[in-house]
């Protein structure tokens, strides 16, 4: 029987989780790059609430050109509601706005409103009863009356034992970035499967001699890998099965093989890829400003939806804690309500290279007509989408993982299967604590 997380476990763990991990810690999902780059302080509005206004307190981890559009979200939203006051409270990188809220659960009263969070860290807050169920909120007479409209692979993180726990914020998946000019030079054709990728690889690698791919987060390959072959990352997924071992050989023989690689001590493959030193790699969506600033006019680059039937979305959702009077409550909603809409959800995704939320907002000719690779594909990327299942422990698990597949990945003379039965143990123990 899984056991319940005390909120002094609950603080443990989660502090453990962002000490204890190393630099998987700072890749969360494992982190893409553009996820990651939150450090540095976005300028926020110091003006109190003025007589009548209702303050919303908004803690985020927004930093910089992100932390900007963000602003940008909070002036529109304040202009058309003027009654309304969202004060922005930027509580540093991922790592730091994760541990103030554990920390915080001990004095709910010092909470905010509502919060950026990742929805393994609200697991333990749910179970103590202190986020605010949204169901009736966004289904109501004045709710998201186009709710449906967000992408079912998005409402299924969001959505926990039939009530409706949070809003959509800043999303993406991952994608299939390449060196176009490669491509059109060798005549490859995008591959659609793991197995054409492979095919496509070997290729790359007899003709120009290079590592053709790799995965900038390795726990989202080997949960992507089992997603297709239909067993799904928990408590219940045996890492010693047959698919577990061929999910993790895929990978090591490309390496042995010299036509995949992984990211090391670049942390992630951007670099490389723009170096030439790769003829692609897989990451996510919100990566192309880190792509286009590295390839500066070396070659064509080009993105493609991720070449396998279901890919991961990933990225943080607002939630709301149901410690706030009902009068915040109302007014954050208002604001919630304003963020996920097909209008900010465009200018937002335009703004930071995130992924709109909404089958909508990625189908309006504004945004596909964008200057970016990304909104020419996310139509069919956005189809492939699933969400990983949310139990307490799966954060550390996905996390254990990530060391395990680099540990394997990083000597080419490892044994897979015993490598896993003895890591066995340690999975299991995550979700148990």
């Known amino acids: 029987m899984k ?39 976005a300028e926020e509005s110091k003006e109190p609430a003025k007589e009548g206004q209702t303050e919303v307190v908004f803690w985020h981890a927004m930093g910089g050109g992100q932390g900007e559009a ?49 929805p393994d860290w609200m697991l333990q807050f749910s179970e103590a009863g202190m986020v605010a169920d949204l169901t009736e909120r966004v289904k109501g007479e004045e709710g998201i009356t186009d709710y449906e409209d967000i992408f079912p692979g998005v409402r299924d993180e969001i959505e926990q034992d039939g009530k409706i726990i949070g809003i959509p914020f800043n999303k993406s998946t991952e994608v299939l970035w390449y060196n176009q000019d490669l491509f059109d030079e060798l005549g490859l054709k995008n591959p ?27 726990s989202n390959f080997y949960v992507t890998y089992l997603k297709n072959k239909g067993i799904e990352f928990g408590p219940d997924l045996d890492v010693t099965s ?9 990978y090591l023989d490309g390496i042995k093989e010299g036509y995949f690689r992984i990211a090391g001590t670049d942390q992630y493959l951007s670099g490389p890829f723009a ?24 070659f064509k680059y080009a993105a493609q939806a991720y070449p396998a039937d279901k890919a991961v979305q990933q990225g943080t959702n607002i939630y709301m804690f149901d410690g706030a009077s009902d009068e915040q409550k ?37 945004y596909k007509n964008a200057d970016s690779e990304i909104p020419k594909i996310l139509g069919a990327a956005s189809e492939k989408l699933f969400s990983r299942p949310l139990v307490p422990g799966s954060q550390q698990a996905y996390n254990d993982i990530a060391s395990k597949l680099e540990e394997i990945l990083s000597n080419p003379d490892s044994d897979v299967k015993a490598e896993m039965e003895a890591f066995a143990p340690q999975f299991k123990a995550d979700f148990e604590k």
């Open 3 to 41: 056991k319940k997380l005390t909120l002094l476990a609950a603080l443990v763990l989660s502090i453990g989780m962002f000490s204890a991990c190393g630099k998987n810690a700072d890749k969360k999902e494992e982190a893409p790059k553009e996820e990651a780059k939150v450090e540095e302080k």
């Open 70 to 118: 963000l602003e940008g979200l909070v002036k529109d939203f304040e202009k058309e509601n003027p009654d309304v006051k969202i004060t922005l409270q930027h509580q540093g990188g991922y790592g730091d706005l994760n541990q103030i809220l554990v920390a915080t659960m001990q004095s709910p009263k010092d909470l905010p409103t509502i919060t950026q969070a990742y």
């Open 192 to 218: 659609t499967s793991f197995e054409e990728l492979k095919e496509v690889a070997k290729k790359i690698k007899a003709e120009k001699d290079i590592p053709a791919f790799g995965w900038d987060s390795l």
């Open 242 to 250: 047959p698919e577990s071992i061929e999910a993790i050989n895929y």
């Open 275 to 298: 170096n030439g030193q790769l003829a692609g790699y897989i990451g996510s969506n919100a990566g192309e400003v880190y792509v286009k600033e590295g390839v500066e006019g070396k």
């Open 330 to 366: 109302d007014a954050a909603f208002r604001f919630l309500k304003y963020v996920s809409s097909k209008e900010a959800q465009i200018k937002f995704g335009l703004a930071t290279g995130y992924m709109p939320a909404r089958k909508s907002a990625v189908e309006d000719e504004n």
